[in-house]
């Protein structure tokens, strides 16, 4: 059962634009969100955070929104660069004690010049 | 920086070998995991250990094994290897508080033949 759930599997935008990656959750013991960007050959790098006492938390051209009633996050880029072009995975942590990342299935994010 | 080094990057092994994915980390982290990246299904945790000597299951433990026999160092084993295990596989750390986030290693890609 997928607790984090990316349903684009990919998007396309164009350079300048805003890209916007969605992200989904079950389990309402999640209360830690993190995003990450992987490029290929190499492993993830985390990007941004947001804890669930929060709805935005802003770094530079990233931004991340939780809306905890509808189980749901974005993560915002603004403006797009072709070097933003990786996929993206989304990733949740319970209050349970255990540090382990639950991840998303990833979006993999295309910036057209 | 904090540094995750994966002995291997492109592994090929014969069904029923047994293969060693070994990890280490330079930061004195008390958290290690392993994970596996397959396509649409994202990052999904095998196995991860919070403390030397110690291991605790994830997702999907199946058909693998892990050591601990140093705080530094966190291996993976196939016990006998399958062509679904055809994977890459990312090596993670921690430090262990909470919220901390995973730094990952570049990721070994297994083939089983």
């Known amino acids: 059962d997928q607790q984090v759930k990316q349903n684009s599997p990919s998007l396309s935008v164009q350079e300048g634009r805003i890209s916007i990656l969605n992200c989904d959750y079950t389990?309402?013991?999640?209360?830690?969100f993190l995003w990450y960007k992987k490029y290929p050959a190499e492993g993830p790098t985390f990007l941004i955070s947001?804890?669930?006492?929060?709805d935005k938390n802003e770094d530079g051209r990233f931004t991340v929104f939780l809306n905890k009633s509808a189980k749901h996050l974005s993560l915002h880029i603004v403006p797009s660069q072709p070097g933003d072009s990786a996929v993206y995975f989304c990733?949740?942590?319970?209050?349970?004690?255990?540090?382990?990342?639950?991840f998303g299935q990833g979006t993999r994010l295309t910036i057209n010049p | 920086d904090v540094k995750v080094t994966q002995s291997s990057r492109y592994l090929v092994k014969r069904t029923g070998e047994k293969v060693f994915l070994e990890c280490v980390q330079d930061?004195?982290?008390?958290?290690m995991f392993w994970y596996r990246q397959d396509p649409g299904l994202g990052l999904r945790l095998i196995y991860f250990?919070?403390?030397?000597?110690?291991?605790e299951k994830g997702d999907i433990p199946e058909g693998y094994s892990v050591s601990r026999e140093k705080k530094e160092r966190f291996s993976l084993i196939l016990e006998s290897a399958s062509t679904n295990q055809t994977s890459m596989y990312l090596c993670?750390?921690?430090?262990?508080?909470?919220?901390?986030?995973?730094?990952f290693g570049s990721g070994t890609q297994l083939s089983v033949l």
């Open positions: 993670a750390s921690s430090l262990g508080q909470a919220n901390e986030k995973l730094f």
């Open positions: 389990n309402s013991m999640f209360d830690y």
């Open positions: 947001i804890s669930s006492i929060k």
């Open positions: 990733a949740a942590k319970d209050n349970q004690g255990a540090q382990k990342l639950v």
């Open positions: 930061m004195d982290h008390e958290n």
């Open positions: 250990s919070y403390d030397v000597k110690m291991k």
